[in-house]
């Protein structure tokens, strides 16, 4: 079944340590995204990618990186330069102009 | 500026009708998802409307008028599962997607 995976679904990270989320879709979709997800609040837009080797930032990618090198694959790094890291982050993909995002599980990432 | 607003939580009745409203404001416009999410859950496609009007899909309908930058999703025959977030998000002429903070729906027997 084609479909986006998001590894690990909960991830703990001490103070100053860097993190990767994994983001792997089969869909064949063009375009990818990652959000984070705040208590009572919507979906923030930190990177996204519209094709291979090339991103651009959304409205939150301070203390972020990301790298597109295949198609299926869009890892997000959480950096230490980022000041609150505690969220849920959900990676999504759309493809076409209608532009139906399809989300991964999420993973809910704690700083401890 | 873009602006999606949505109450923050409503509380419905099992088996009743409830009726959640969205409005916005964005840099142009290409449609209008709605989405729900239970917690701790990533979000599921419900809807999309880009013509005025209403859809229908079973117990989910969603209307939309462009001209009042209004939308509505009504969820018949509520159930306990119904229970959740309702997300509103406008595709806008850059085919960005902004998102609203989402409607809390409480379900009560």
């Known amino acids: 079944d084609g479909g986006i995976t998001q590894s690990p679904k909960y991830l703990f990270r001490k103070e100053g340590q860097n993190v990767t989320l994994s983001c792997e879709q089969n869909?064949?979709?063009?375009?990818m995204y990652w959000y984070r997800q705040d208590p009572g609040q919507g979906l923030r837009l930190i990177y996204y990618s519209q094709i291979v080797n090339d991103f651009q930032k959304g409205d939150i990618a301070e203390g972020y990186s990301v790298s597109r090198e295949k198609k299926e694959s869009f890892p997000l790094t959480v950096t230490s330069a980022q000041k609150n890291p505690t969220a849920f982050y959900l990676c999504a993909s759309t493809i076409g102009e209608r532009a139906e995002a399809f989300f991964g599980q999420g993973t809910r990432l704690t700083v401890v | 500026g873009q602006n999606i607003d949505q109450p923050t939580e409503m509380t419905a009745t099992e088996g009743a009708i409830v009726q959640i409203n969205c409005t916005y404001q964005t840099s142009g416009f290409n449609g209008l998802f709605w989405y729900q999410q239970h917690a701790g859950e990533a979000p599921t496609f419900l809807s999309y409307n880009v013509l005025d009007g209403l859809e229908e899909k079973g117990r989910f309908s969603s209307f939309l008028s462009r001209s009042k930058g209004y939308s509505y999703l009504l969820l018949k025959e509520l159930q306990m599962k119904d229970s959740a977030s309702y997300l509103c998000?406008?595709?806008?002429?850059?085919?960005?997607?902004?998102w609203g903070a989402g409607t809390k729906l409480i379900i009560k027997p």
């Open positions: 998000a406008v595709l806008e002429s850059n085919y960005q997607l902004i």
């Open positions: 869909l064949n979709h063009d375009a």
